[in-house]
């Protein structure tokens, strides 16, 4: 799942090595969920967004499959062992931040 959030306070970011930084109004962030339904993943994400609100207008829900799976975790273990074996529901991923500006 991929979730825009919109911060409830713009917040500062610090520019990379190829420049940029300046104040962000919200963020894109990547979550790994197993939920019984799309509504259900959608409570779990949203739980867990402590500093904005998700559109969902501008998010997208798709089903991965195993080889994406391993591609977007890498090395690092999941969050939720039991949720990411799909045993119960749960966020078995969470990508970093990708902000963007006020446009």
Do not use: C
Not at 3 to 10: I, Q
Not at 40 to 51: F, R
Not at 74 to 93: N, T, V
């Amino acid at each position: 799942m991929l979730a825009s959030v919109v911060l409830r306070e713009p917040e500062t970011v610090m520019g990379t090595a190829e420049g940029g930084g300046g104040v962000a109004i919200g963020y894109y962030r990547n979550f790994g969920v197993t939920a019984e339904s799309e509504q259900s993943a959608h409570v779990l994400v949203e739980q867990s967004i402590p500093d904005g609100s998700i559109i969902w207008t501008e998010s997208e829900t798709t089903e991965l499959s195993e080889a994406r799976v391993r591609k977007l975790i890498g090395r690092k273990p999941p969050l939720d062992l039991a949720a990411f074996r799909g045993e119960m529901s749960g966020i078995w991923y969470k990508s970093g931040h990708i902000f963007y500006p006020e446009e």
